[in-house]
């Protein structure tokens, strides 16, 4: 298939494998971690919690990882990053196996993944436009869409099947030993010549050529200095990633902290529901991926992209109104066709905007400043689910994600692009 045509690229197929495993391994985590909080615990407000310690380290070093992934080898950073991660769920899991896993556990494990994340994220962004080139850039970005979907096809229906049947160690375990193959895929590129062929440029200034390693704090906010001030000249970017700081919290936070109450306390369904919604979003994503994937450019990528995004939050509502659970699936197979349009589009686009030695920065900043508000976000969907109950907060998620991004759908600068 023509989608299908940067996997000729040995590095690139290397890479892609080992986060497809990798990527395998979280959905199956995911399920289990939140069935085990649900649980454990019965409380959403703890639900959130384990989602803001994920995300407040992430957002605290995102831009200090993409000025470190511009100034160090890429494929290291990912390699480092997928070995503590590993580590990291490997003691949950044994922690689980033996009956002595908490709450504060899981909190610590998400406060290293978070960290982890922060350098990983800006690493393999930046990484796929240096080992490809520009004709297979849209089947890049397409395969990469794939990685995360494919896997979450299989892998909730997966992770519901395991923890029933033997628990979530056994989820935990699994996803730990992806990491260390994924490391594993990574380990021929960290061993290559091909590994200095992808270490950031280094730029001068004054003359004088930059360190890679020992610089300055001074330099460093230089460098950030930089990323921002691109950012700002182009409004296609600092629009999108302003707004999405807010979409995300209205369309994450009902998806992330009240659908395992909803199925549970609202529908009287068990873990498996949660598993075949997962499936289901991914299945469209990937359809939808693969059908864009064939195509070299996409044209209207700003109102497709957008329009996406709203039916996005209009998907939310079947949710809010407890409708027939045939029904819901369905959504969320639409809702995952909808996300693979604007995320196609969106990393096609940044790909093509930032020139090379300044997409890690940039990568950071989209997801610093998409994500900031996310830690806030996912501790009131957690109080709200509380207080109003689940399906009120989806109901408040699809209308506030429908109107916001209609509110970007008015700046030419995102309806004109082409």
Do not use: C
């Not at 197929?13 to 080992?18: D, I, N, P, R, V």
């Not at 199956?28 to 454990?40: D, K, T």
């Not at 994450?252 to 199925?263: E, Q």
């Amino acid at each position: 298939m023509n989608a299908l045509r940067a996997l000729k690229n040995r590095a690139f197929a290397l890479m892609w494998t080992g986060q497809t495993i990798s990527r395998l391994g979280d959905n199956l985590y995911r399920i289990a971690l939140a069935w085990w909080v649900l649980e454990e615990t019965g409380s959403a407000i703890a639900m959130g919690t384990v989602l803001v310690f994920s995300q407040i380290p992430m957002l605290l070093f995102l831009l200090i990882g993409g000025v470190v992934v511009d100034r160090l080898p890429r494929i290291r950073v990912m390699f480092i990053a997928d070995i503590i991660s590993g580590l990291t769920i490997t003691a949950v899991a044994i922690f689980s196996w033996l009956e002595i896993l908490e709450i504060w556990h899981i909190y610590i494990a998400s406060l290293i993944f978070g960290l982890v994340e922060a350098f990983f994220f800006p690493a393999y962004q930046a990484v796929i436009p240096t080992i490809t080139n520009s004709d297979d850039l849209v089947s890049a970005n397409s395969l990469s869409g794939l990685s995360q979907r494919v896997t979450g096809i299989l892998g909730p229906a997966l992770g519901a099947a395991l923890v029933a049947i033997g628990g979530s160690s056994v989820a935990f375990g699994l996803d730990g030993l992806s990491f260390f193959i994924s490391a594993a895929f990574v380990f021929p590129l960290l061993r290559s010549n091909l590994e200095k062929g992808l270490r950031p440029a280094i730029e001068k200034r004054n003359g004088e050529a930059l360190t890679p390693i020992k610089q300055s704090i001074r330099q460093g906010f230089l460098d950030l200095r930089e990323g921002f001030k691109f950012v700002l000249t182009v409004p296609w970017i600092w629009i999108s990633i302003l707004l999405f700081g807010f979409i995300n919290v209205t369309e994450a936070g009902p998806r992330a902290v009240a659908l395992p109450f909803l199925i549970s306390d609202d529908l009287g369904a068990g873990v498996d529901l949660l598993g075949w919604l997962g499936s289901a979003t991914s299945l469209g994503f990937v359809i939808g991926m693969l059908w864009l994937g064939q195509y070299v450019r996409l044209h209207r990528r700003g109102f497709l992209g957008y329009f996406a995004v709203m039916m996005q939050g209009l998907l939310l509502l079947p949710f809010a109104f407890k409708m027939p659970i045939p029904v819901l699936i369905a959504s969320m197979f639409v809702f995952g066709l909808a996300s693979s349009v604007f995320a196609l589009i969106w990393a096609t686009t940044l790909q093509e905007m930032v020139p090379g030695p300044l997409l890690g920065r940039v990568f950071s900043i989209d997801a610093l400043g998409s994500f900031v508000l996310l830690p806030i976000g996912f501790a009131v969907a957690g109080f709200l689910t509380e207080l109003l109950g689940a399906p009120t907060v989806f109901l408040m998620g699809g209308i506030g994600t429908t109107l916001i991004t209609g509110l970007g759908l008015l700046h030419p600068a995102i309806r004109k692009l082409d």
